[in-house]
């Protein structure tokens, strides 16, 4: 949650009702709706940890809104985020928004995303390829759970050629 | 690297013609250079070049435009006949499907390259034993092609690729037909003959066969997008379970 907020701001500011808005748009309803408190509570803790400040912005009948913008603290724990490769099947989702968000906040164009990520799936898979060369032929539990993580990485390449493919 | 590169594609195209005349590029200006001992997996979606590309490398199809050179030869003005020279002396070539001489048996379909580059009838049934043990073939040995199954079809064209313990392997989707136990076979031998310092370059969508290449090149639309190493991640010896799940950080 924390990194999506982060890109969202890098973006350009928003408080927080608008940066639920803006995920539930941009993943559609596929994407669980986040709850508002703890969108709230998520800015609270990067503001504390200096990656985001607000500004209380005047409405007229209405209590203060706070519009959160990004630090320069902010934006490079962001780059580290979008930078790093994303560890394996369970985070796929998280690989799937730096590809959908950090295009819009210019910080890395897909193909190199894809690109990156590729090569991280395959070198998970030389070292899988390696761990089924020296495992005991005998341990099946072993194999099979080697096997899985391979076809897991087959999927995660056949669906990165697939991104290539369709996304602009 | 001062050594003489294995292939070196400089600008390459192909443009072929459609059925109305219209030109189709499916090669558009890759450069490429291969070191000896280098194992170079192409990915790609379909329709990116990828076949085409390793068919222009082994001179199975006529580039449009650009340079190749295998071992330090200009092969791209190569004559037909020039090319199989080449061919029966530098490479070996696995095909996505397999050419195999319908009117020999197998034993002899993975001997004649060796005899044709000059091997000796004794090195070359001893290379041929070798290589369908590797790939669990040696009961086959006296089939005819048309006897055996796809995938030992398959085998059988790589052992035949590698009789000759060519200069560079070309290889189209070497494990397209196979199922996960005889793609291991398969798999070890790629390994193997690789560690024992063949030059291998082959398309495929088959993840674990990448996972074994140094680098991956990666196509689309005809052109490169990628070419980098894939990079060793660490090495732990052993071969459990837990090995597998901490790999994947849960």
């Known amino acids: 949650m924390r990194q999506l907020l982060l890109a969202l701001l890098a973006k350009e500011p928003a408080h927080g009702y608008e940066l639920k808005q803006a995920l539930e748009s941009i993943f559609g309803s596929a994407y669980p709706s986040p709850n508002i408190g703890q969108i709230y509570v998520t800015l609270g803790r990067l503001e504390k940890d200096g990656y985001v400040r607000s500004v209380d912005v005047e409405q007229a009948n209405r209590p203060n809104k706070k519009v959160y913008y990004i630090t320069a603290a902010g934006r490079e724990s962001l780059e580290n985020w979008v930078e790093e490769p994303t560890e394996g099947p369970r985070v796929r989702d998280e690989f799937f928004m730096k590809l959908v968000l950090a295009p819009m906040t210019g910080l890395s164009d897909r193909m190199a995303l894809i690109n990156r990520q590729r090569r991280h799936y395959l070198s998970l898979m030389r070292d899988l390829n390696e761990l089924a060369e020296a495992a005991d032929p005998d341990n099946r539990v072993a194999l099979l759970l080697i096997e899985g993580a391979m076809l897991h990485l087959q999927a995660d390449l056949d669906w990165l050629e697939r991104c290539q493919e369709e996304l602009p | ?250």
């Open chain 2, 1 to 250: 690297m001062t050594a003489t590169p294995v292939v070196r594609a400089v600008n390459l195209v192909k443009i072929y013609q459609s059925g109305r005349g219209l030109p189709v590029p499916a090669v558009r200006g890759v450069d490429l250079t291969v070191e000896p001992g280098e194992f170079v997996a192409i990915m790609g979606p379909s329709g990116s070049g990828k076949s085409t590309l390793i068919h222009l490398l082994g001179g199975l199809d006529t580039r449009t435009s650009g340079e190749i050179w295998l071992d330090g030869q200009r092969a791209d003005t190569l004559s037909e006949s020039g090319w199989a020279v080449l061919r029966r002396e530098k490479v070996g070539f696995v095909f996505q499907f397999f050419n195999l001489v319908a009117n020999m048996t197998v034993a002899d379909n993975v001997e004649l390259p060796a005899l044709l580059a000059g091997a000796s009838p004794r090195h070359a049934r001893e290379r041929r034993e070798y290589l369908l043990g590797a790939l669990g073939l040696t009961d086959r040995a006296a089939a005819a092609p048309a006897q055996l199954s796809g995938g030992e079809q398959q085998r059988v064209a790589l052992a035949r690729a590698l009789a000759n313990q060519p200069r560079l392997l070309l290889a189209d989707e070497p494990t397209g037909n196979l199922d996960s136990r005889n793609t291991r076979d398969v798999l070890r031998l790629l390994g193997e003959v690789h560690r024992q310092g063949q030059t291998i370059v082959l398309v495929t969508h088959d993840a674990r066969v990448a996972g074994l290449a140094d680098r991956v090149v990666c196509l689309l639309d005809g052109q490169i997008v990628d070419d980098g190493a894939i990079v060793k991640r660490r090495r732990r010896p052993g071969g459990t379970a837990g090995d597998v799940v901490e790999l994947h950080g849960r």
